[in-house]
């Protein structure tokens, strides 16, 4: 396409200053030839009704209003009067959404679609769309109507949506940008790219979710502007009054999500897009990654010092040098001579084995993978029939189509001989997809895109989810439905349900260990909350301090992984020096006690949808100062961090949310709703327990399983008021808990300045295997005098380190203690 159309610089909008009656109409009957003039809707002159849906026509386009549920409101433009074929990679496909109930009404200039609580009102006179609450407070509006451009080049829209903007709206969400929480005032494109070493504000990165969340006055509401093509998004950036989105073609088609609160936005958008299954207990303890550990003499020797220096570690990943020439699926048998063997000395050892598999495969006769994909005709075709060839690793490639279902089977069961091999994760690279030289493919490049067709501006966004998609499925074959573990760098919206992601290569400097802070921060209020940035930065050399810092940061990362590239000094925990050691032992041992409470907080995303981080933005909508607060986070319900990310820090200043909080390292308690100054020696950060909460603590292990619980620690911390947590258990690797097969305990925490009860309820069929629970209470404001669970008396007992604590059966109810 002429690359002088330069759509990221067109004004996204030219309405020129003025209102809308300057607004240029140009919907011609009789224009069929090719222009880029813009048009826009004009008068609406009818509407049918469909079900839940209102088509509405100004004569010629036509836009489809549709109710999903009382909250979730879809709107689609066809400029010609067609529609689309009503398909989408990201929405998910058991998708179970109906209105509770929905009336429809016209006035003079309106018709109005209300749900319970909110209302979507068209103007007839300018075919301006606007949502509402149900007290009539205008949520969201146009501030032009729909429009779009025919393209010459291609056949197809550009299409556009311009929305009003509020003097006080902050913008969240957008998947993996590198920029400040709040996105108002800048421009974002989504385009998958491979972009090693990226910058602050370098825009496209790796993945594309094409979903915000405004919030003015308080109150929030969410777009997901559901389009594959190259989008594009001005958040009061061009026109301080009007906040924009765009494509490259596709059809304007978006989701209206109701709020009032953020934190129901990000589950509403769940609800749409699916969350993360259970991952596997292993794949959130620690792993240790490396471009590359080879050969074998050399994996075996780092997992050794694993064990030697009793750091705990779940996992060791292969980076590409393991394969034949880097041909997936085959292992080069100097490096590893007898991989089976490896894995499983590795895997008694506590080790689960994580290999990479890119797109890219070699041409190559010989090559079994190319031989099948070739007779088959599995790879991607340029426009007129050539094979799309590109040059990676393995030298001269053809890719898979992974929009086709008949391929991601095949992909799906190449995985045999590694799993067989025993090989227990993947990670999946370079499928933004990556191109040597090129960046990435042509845009001639045709996909079948489940029979809909497209060419590469279509699929471009989704190949890389589509890679793991068929990944996360052929491994669930071929483990016979153990949970897999897949990452992946490239990602559209939806992808959460296959898959964890990483934020791709980063650097390893202060700078960039806060972006990691605000990537992560918001790929989770993105729908891909199993999400991790390289520990220690992928290229450049990190020093003890950044390495450490970024190691504490990576314990309350959901996913926690070191990794680095080829060309840098080592990046063990040890390979700093003693007492950097020392350090980033501590902290990794405090995932490892954590972890029941992590894998209560993946239960609450999967289950419940909600985000595993949770900025300060999020917690507090209706306090405008947390709006632009980006360095404190909510890790799960219970834990509020705020990671140390300069040099030298000896303290920060720390927000903590309305309530009562505990320093984790020794319980001091701190009033919430307001900042705090937290000292920050080396060895500490600020992290926070809400009172009210229990949380429930492992022994260190030095992985997962590695000991039998027999007992269960749980924390109660004492506060004000009536508080819930869960604890969530289940056996860590299979689907059973899809069968309500896990155990889900819920406690009702109640404090008062002379006492504290505890009521425990439980769902789920699973029954571990601990009997009690040996509890701790932290923060009790009065000298206890009797402990009572179910009516008997119970003692308190003094652990090897002069704690209190007291033992209590499983199965109690109500525990009282005055
Ligand atoms: O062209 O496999 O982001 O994590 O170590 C580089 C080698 C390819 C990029 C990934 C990085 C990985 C590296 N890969």
Redesign the pocket.
Known sequence: MAESIKKEDFATDLLGEESLDNIHHVNNPVLDVPTIEKKYLGKVVSYVKDQSAFIFTDGKASVEIKVFSDEIIRVRLAPQGTFLDDFSYAIKKDLDLRPTSFSFDETVDTYCIRTSVAVCKIQKENFLVSFEDAEGAVINADRAPMHWEESPDFGGYYVYCTKETQADEAFFGLGDKSTNLNLRGRRFRNWNSDTYGFGFNQDPLYKTIPFYIGVSSGHAYGIFFDNTFKTFFDFAAEKNDRTSYWSEGGEMQYYYIHGPLMMDVVKRYHELTGTHYMPPLWAIGYHQCR?SYYPEANVREVAQQFRKREIPCDAIYL??DYMDGYRCFTWNKRYFPDPKKMISDLAANGFKTVV?IDPGIKVDEDYWVFKEGKENKYFCRRGDDYFMEGYVWPGRCQFPDYTNPKVRDWWGTLYKGLVDDGVAGVWN??NEPAVFGRGTFPDDVRHYFEGLRGSHRKAHNIYGMQMVRSTYDGLKKLQRNKRPFTIT?AAYAGTQRYSSVWT??NIATWEHLRIGLLQLQRLSVSGLSFCGT?IGG?TGEPNGELYTRWMQFGVFSPFMRV?S?GDTRDREPWSFGPEWEAICKKFIEIRYKLLPYIYTVFWRQHKYKEPILRPISLLEQHKPENLQREEEFGFGHHILVSPVIHPGQQSKIVYLPEGTWYYYFDHTKYLGGQEHQIDTPLDKMPVFVRGGSVIPEYPVMQYTGEKNIDTLQLNVYWAEGRYDSEVYLDYGDTFAYEQSVYSEKHFIVEGKQDSLTVVQYQEGMYNERFDTYKMYLVGVPFTISRIDADGSILTMNTDDQGQSYVSVEKEFRKLTII
């Open positions: 471009w980076d590409i990479m690279d370079m760098r791709g290569d390289d992928f990794h590239a």
